[in-house]
């Protein structure tokens, strides 16, 4: 039995309401749940102490500070220390806003982000150049924009309109206040205004003022919980889609099958290759299986290819330390 089946409903409901919004005070959640906050308490500590919650996430929109997303898949060979050397490197980076490890159609993901074409084409030439000898194929695009839904399959709940990530390119102007508050919160999206103002060394005011800004402005995404999806006894997929006809009411109803579907988690909009990836968490391989057959049979026509990869690995901002530190 693995923990999706021992979790009750309780956990699932705390699960989803934390990965909508983990910032949601605990009498919120509480009331939520329709449990006792110290129910509400236990039950958080118990899913960190399980491992099931990593920690508490904040999406930072980059596209909001001036900065354009790049998709670069790579095959890659090589002895251990090799491959150590390569990840190693790529964890060191600060320009790397996502590293994906997986097995099928690729073995490396990696979403950088740069302030001009001309920035990303050194960079990107750069690295094949330093691990030429392990690179063997290489796939690279341009991020229209990436669609972030929370984990419905953990339970029902009124999801929102999903989120977005990249998209149009805006130079916000930040100042070392917004940089330090950003910086805290990315690492502990639920920490408590107080500890948040002492930190930072400004007033709570001030904090709870820039927080504000930062979200309206849309540098704030979301705030979410890291939860493990292996713990849960589920597999991740990255599917890469080739269309014949993309259209805008292809495009619309693959959205909509999307939207409404538990297992989906993102869909990432790229220019690229291939002309849409989807993220899908699910039970099994049978489970996936059965939604590419969906998708084949929703586009019976338009849609000539699907690639796979299941993921090994998955960090946002790997080096840990930001361009806000």
Known sequence: MHFMEALDAIDRKILLELDLNARIPETELARRI?????????????????????????????????????????????????QKEFFEHIRSRQDVFWLGVADGAWDVGLTFFAKSNEEFFKAKNELFARFSGIIFDKKTGILANVYTY????????????????????????????????????????????????NRTGVSLEVVRNRM??????????????????????????????????LSEANEKKLLEFCEGHPNVIHVVRPISPWDVELEI?????????????QLRSLFPHELRNIESAIMSEDYVFPARKTMFD
Do not use: C
């Open 212 to 245: 504000k800004k930062l979200e309206q402005s849309g540098v704030i995404v979301r705030y979410a919980a890291v939860i493990d999806h292996t713990k849960l006894g589920m597999e991740f997929y990255k599917t890469f889609l080739y269309f014949d006809d």
């Open 281 to 293: 968490m699910v039970e099994n391989y049978a489970q996936y299986n059965g939604i590419m057959r």
């Open 150 to 197: 929370p984990k419905k399959f953990l339970g029902a709940a009124a999801v929102k309109k999903p989120n977005l990530l990249f998209g149009n390119v805006v130079s916000n102007e930040i100042d070392d206040i917004d940089k330090r508050i950003l910086g805290q919160l990315f690492h502990n999206s639920r920490i408590r205004l107080v500890d948040l103002a």
């Open 34 to 82: 329709r449990k006792s906050r110290e129910v509400v308490r236990y039950r958080v500590h118990q899913l960190s102490e399980q491992g099931i919650i990593k920690g508490y996430l904040t999406w930072i929109n980059v596209a909001k500070l001036g900065y354009q997303g790049y998709k670069i898949y790579l095959k890659i060979a090589g002895d251990e220390k090799e």
